[in-house]
């Protein structure tokens, strides 16, 4: 967003919304494409390279038709058996929000991951796809369209509060699955202080690494279209030994939040 | 300089604009239809629908309260129409004078009527949070209710409180011979829910606190919400009640009941759901045991409840 003078800022936020609205050059350049962002994301992150579109048996995103909450929308990516573990990249776009790229994940060589759940942001009516790199280098996209109205000028929910940085581990019973969480605001930057009447600075989780027993999982970039409070869920064909550990930093403040869940059923702090 | 400080700054020149369009519109709104539910307490029934139906601006109960001296305004409904309308209702049962609008929360359908009653003896009242939630939400009215402004639409015309009450100190108002308690409530429907008790009536006026028939919408905290219900249902001395929604008809204690087993299954369900590891997707998909079958618009409301629910109580 350096490019934009405070006033230019200002006016841009009038004339789209608050919530999930991008301190990202992608806004800057082009603003609300017709088509959405994806005709211009696309060369910048594949170049020519071809996309092709597997069925559901290998890929699949789904996400609620018409969202109940626009401001924490659940979108869960499938990968069948064709391509569970060879899938080393991951990218989530939401063409129509101010931010479309909503994460950059990398995952273990050899992981076989099943599922992968987001919690995100949704501005207005808008295709959510997903483009998976296999470790052959092939692409792979599946898209949904998910309709939402008002989702990114909504009033942020009362729901805010806790310690900045707290990271809650929820794995599953057969230790296949494991939730994390992190307490952060994730501010877009067009949000309104209330007390000053000024906008606060973007403030949001710029990256997570999750570790299962000293090997790491993944590591995703992220930013604010991931809802407050980043969840990221990931499910795998095989157990997660302990102990699971988290590592995110935000931006601009580059804080650092870790967290270590050893097992026997206590969240770590 | 701030777009919050420049539209406060706007105010004067706004309020002489929309006085001259009133002037020049000449087609005053009818009255609203109020009844008198106690002696002095007057109250219009919103109708069920939802907030993106034509009509949505008249969905919440509004009303006032008639003193010796004053009247008090409580929420002035989804519109400057609709305020408009109350204000027209008032001055057919009395001659006296507005001097407050107590807004009992912050959402559209409760605050958008406040311009219909500025003024310069009116003073705006509401829970000390309500001010900060205004300002969190005035650029989402805008975005999605201009229509229900006047024309142009102005950040101006949603008026916030002038005085405020805290929570933990309850405040007194006295219209003459009629005093109204207010209590403002730890965060519950939304941030920001203040409750009005008119003293002489026994009237008790929930704000949305209370949901009668329409599905309760949650949008501050599940746990908190059902602590405000135990007390509010436990106060002694209240005949008569007025929700936010639906018309309350029976004992005022068990007006609460459908919504507090609504509100702890829900409780229930998620704790439950998070206790497994559901992820909220699967939380979303599951059939509800609160019973759907008494509330309305519950399709469109539920499912938002639950990711509300969910993400509170992940916390835990």
């Known amino acids: 967003m350096g490019k934009f003078s ?48 597997v069925g559901d048996e290998s890929m699949s995103v789904s996400g609620p038709a018409s969202t109940p909450d626009p401001s924490a929308t659940p979108i869960v990516v499938q990968f069948g058996k064709e391509l569970a573990g060879k899938v080393r990249q991951v990218r989530v776009i939401i063409d129509n929000n101010p931010s479309p790229l909503v994460t950059t994940m990398s995952l273990a060589a050899g992981l076989p991951v099943d599922e992968i759940d987001l919690r995100v942001r949704i501005d207005r009516f808008t295709s959510v796809r997903a483009i998976a790199e296999t470790d052959t280098g092939r692409l792979e996209m599946r898209s949904i369209w998910v309709n939402a109205s008002g989702g990114c000028s909504a009033p942020p929910a009362a729901t805010q509060g806790g310690a900045l940085g707290q990271i809650r581990f929820r794995p599953s019973t057969d230790g296949h699955a494991v939730q994390i969480s992190i307490r952060h605001p994730n501010n877009s930057g067009f949000q309104v202080n209330p007390v000053s009447g000024d906008f606060i600075p973007p403030h949001f989780i710029a990256h997570i690494k999750l570790s299962s027993g000293g090997r790491v999982l993944m590591e995703a970039d992220t930013g604010i279209s991931l809802s407050e409070n980043p969840t990221l869920r990931l499910v795998t064909g095989e157990p997660l030994p302990a102990p699971l550990a988290v590592e995110a930093t935000d931006l601009p403040t580059q804080s650092r939040f870790a967290a270590t869940w050893t097992g026997a059923g206590a969240a770590a702090h | ?74 929420d002035t409904g989804g519109s400057v129409r609709v305020g408009r309308a109350l204000r027209r209702a008032i001055t057919a049962h009395t001659a006296l004078p507005v001097c407050y609008v107590i807004n009992t929360h912050v959402h559209v359908d409760h605050v958008l009527g406040n311009a219909a009653f500025a003024a310069a003896q009116v003073h705006f009242v509401g829970h000390a949070l309500l001010a900060d939630a205004l300002v969190r ?9 201009a229509a229900d402004l006047d024309a142009p639409a102005s950040a101006a015309q949603i008026i916030g409180p002038d005085e405020s009450v805290a929570v933990g100190s309850d405040r007194n108002l006295d219209l003459g011979e009629r005093q109204l308690t207010l209590h403002a409530w730890p965060k519950a429907h939304t941030d920001c829910d203040l409750t009005v008790y008119d003293v002489s009536s026994g009237t008790l006026w929930t704000g949305d606190l209370l949901f009668v028939r329409r599905t309760p919408t949650l949008d501050g905290s599940i746990i908190g919400w059902l602590a405000a219900i135990d007390a509010l249902a436990a106060l002694p001395h209240v005949r008569h009640l007025v929700a936010g929604h639906g018309e309350v008809t029976g004992e005022p204690a068990a007006a609460f009941t459908p919504e507090r087993v609504y509100l702890s299954t829900l409780l229930q369900s998620v704790r439950a759901d998070l206790a497994q590891g559901k992820p909220l997707q699967d939380a979303l998909k599951e059939p509800s045991e609160a019973g759907q079958s008494h509330w309305l618009l519950w399709d469109s409301t539920h499912p938002r409840n639950v990711t509300r629910a969910y993400q509170e109580l992940e916390w835990e």
């Open chain 2, 1 to 74: 300089m701030s777009v919050a400080r420049a539209l406060l700054r706007s105010l004067p020149a706004w309020l002489w604009l929309a006085g001259a369009g009133t002037a020049a519109a000449g087609n005053a709104p009818e009255a609203l239809p109020v009844t008198e539910i106690a002696p002095g307490d007057f109250v219009h029934y919103g109708k069920p629908l939802p907030l993106d139906a034509p009509g949505h601006d008249d969905i919440a109960n509004i009303g006032f309260i008639v003193g010796r001296r004053c009247v008090a305004v409580i």
């Open chain 1, 6 to 53: 405070p006033s230019t800022r200002r006016t841009l936020c009038n004339l789209i919304c608050l919530l999930g609205a991008a301190p990202s050059s992608v806004v800057a350049d082009s603003q609300a494409p017709p088509g959405g962002a994806w005709q211009s994301l696309r060369p910048q992150l594949y170049g020519t390279r071809p996309i092709g579109e």
């Open chain 2, 137 to 145: 939400s005035r650029p989402f009215f805008l975005a999605n209710y």
